[in-house]
């Protein structure tokens, strides 16, 4: 691992990673026996694995305005895979986890990921936030033929060999959330909020379409606002002048704090302003503060404080790996789910060899994943449900709508 200045909140999260992993029954799987096969049979393409142990990458940013959204997912990993190992590993090897820093900074995520695929030849990558980082790494690994486990919900508008999605992409979470503003809420005209770059840009590209073609509403506004930008005052002014009956948000990382709080100020909140976010998770309301969302509403297929026997366990073994003040939020959960995909589809093909797991991927289902069941799609997404989320003081939300499983389609025709 690379020497890496990093906060003391982070000083101590990778102390607490490196030192021994704690006992951990899964949460969601029970011991298996398995014969332990040669190594020679599973793996056939160079990859660091051992009689003993196979190399596994994470990789997220430790630093910079995304940290706020990716220490989850770390936390998150790392519980899988210390729960994954006390049952014994994948196919008869412990995990090790070699963590790198993204830095928040996309030519970094790429240097990280050929590092952990050249030099590490690790077997897996846990890994990415941002589309942009997942962009500057996509060519990386398919280039190395590496397999990239991405838990944020995206635009979609991708699919690779390489990567299984475990995130919403566009159709499961922007287009049933704008049809629930719609029929639910009454809204009939919107302002696009978003950070500038992949994700954002395209995802309101996406709305735009369905708001004026599909639903037949008005965008009255649009506005995007550099990474890590903290002064939101002259865009808050401007919705303010077009008065939308909904914002449309899409501000990631740090930025949220700021935004957030400006809008609280200028008298835009729960009781005055409708407001539906598509990234603000309860990592971020972390550090905006509950009272300054308090009556937003959040899309999202999970939510902490959902009320199931799956979610209760994965909770407490959370809170009990990372702090009772740590909170999960949709992508933590969905990067749990990574490790656990990755160790059935390689005890399903009897082997680390990439395409031979991402082949044995499709049809895997989890039926304790802490949001209820999923389904990994011929299209390496996962069938999910979309939940609405309103936001309690206390930084939590109460669920209000949710829907079936929807299949994923990150092609959708009209839309792209």
């Known amino acids: 691992m690379t020497d890496i200045k990093i906060p003391f909140t982070r000083r101590k999260l990778l102390k607490m990673m490196l030192a021994a992993p704690v006992a951990a029954s899964g949460v969601l799987g029970t011991s298996t026996a398995f014969g332990k096969p040669a190594t020679s049979v599973i793996n056939t393409t160079g990859l660091a694995v051992t009689d003993d142990t196979v190399k596994c990458g994470i990789l997220h940013s430790l630093t910079g305005t995304m940290a706020i959204s990716e220490t989850g997912s770390v936390e998150a990993e790392t519980l899988a895979i210390e729960q994954i190992n006390a049952m014994g590993g994948i196919l008869g090897r412990k995990i090790e986890i070699i963590l790198e820093d993204g830095a928040s900074d996309w030519p970094?995520?790429?240097?990280?990921?050929?590092?952990?695929?050249?030099?590490?030849?690790?077997?897996?990558?846990?890994?990415?936030?941002?589309?942009?980082?997942?962009?500057?790494?996509l060519p990386v690994l398919e280039r190395q033929n590496g397999l990239l486990y991405y838990p944020t919900f995206y635009e979609g508008l991708?699919?690779?060999?390489?990567?299984?999605?475990?995130?919403?992409?566009?159709?499961?979470?922007?287009?049933?959330?704008?049809?629930?503003?719609?029929?639910?809420?009454?809204?009939?005209?919107?302002?696009?909020?978003?950070?500038?770059?992949?994700?954002?840009?395209?995802?309101?590209?996406?709305?735009r379409i369905h708001i004026e073609q599909v639903l037949g509403g008005q965008v009255v506004g649009?506005?995007?606002?550099?990474?890590?930008?903290?002064?939101?005052?002259?865009?808050?002014?401007?919705?303010?002048?077009?008065?939308?009956?909904?914002?449309f948000a899409a501000v990631v990382g740090g930025s949220n704090v700021a935004f957030f709080r400006q809008l609280n100020s200028a008298g835009l909140n729960g009781k005055t302003q409708t407001l539906l976010s598509l990234a603000t998770t309860e990592d971020e309301v972390l550090g905006i503060g509950g009272e300054n969302v308090e009556g937003f509403f959040s899309s999202m297929k999970y939510f902490q404080s959902l009320d199931n026997e799956n979610n209760i366990a994965f909770v407490k073994a959370f809170k009990e790996?990372?702090?009772?003040?740590?909170?999960?939020?949709?992508?933590?959960?969905?990067?749990?789910?990574?490790?656990?995909?990755?160790?059935?589809?390689?005890?399903?093909?009897?082997?680390?060899?990439?395409?031979?797991?991402?082949?044995?991927?499709?049809?895997?289902?989890?039926?304790?994943?802490?949001?209820?069941?999923?389904?990994?799609?011929?299209?390496?997404?996962?069938?999910?449900?979309?939940?609405?989320?309103?936001?309690?003081?206390?930084?939590?939300?109460?669920?209000v709508w949710e829907s079936d499983l929807i299949e994923p389609n990150p092609f959708p025709e009209g839309y792209q």
Not at 324 to 345: C, F, M, N, R
Request: contains cysteine; hydrophobic residues 40%; glycine residues 8%.
């Open 108 to 137: 970094t995520f790429a240097e990280r990921a050929r590092k952990l695929l050249r030099q590490d030849n690790v077997a897996s990558i846990m890994g990415c936030w941002t589309s942009a980082s997942r962009k500057a790494v």
């Open 158 to 207: 991708e699919q690779s060999p390489n990567v299984i999605y475990t995130g919403q992409e566009a159709t499961q979470q922007i287009l049933a959330s704008l049809d629930w503003l719609w029929n639910e809420k009454g809204i009939r005209t919107f302002y696009l909020v978003g950070s500038d770059y992949i994700w954002p840009r395209t995802s309101m590209k996406i709305a």
């Open 222 to 247: 649009e506005d995007y606002a550099p990474l890590g930008h903290t002064s939101f005052g002259s865009l808050i002014n401007r919705i303010r002048l077009r008065r939308p009956d909904a914002i």
């Open 321 to 399: 790996r990372w702090g009772d003040d740590s909170v999960i939020g949709d992508v933590t959960q969905a990067a749990y789910l990574g490790p656990w995909l990755w160790k059935e589809a390689c005890e399903r093909a009897g082997s680390f060899d990439v395409a031979k797991v991402t082949a044995a991927s499709p049809g895997i289902q989890l039926t304790t994943a802490p949001e209820g069941f999923v389904e990994v799609h011929p299209n390496h997404h996962l069938w999910s449900k979309t939940r609405i989320g309103e936001r309690r003081r206390d930084g939590q939300a109460d669920v």
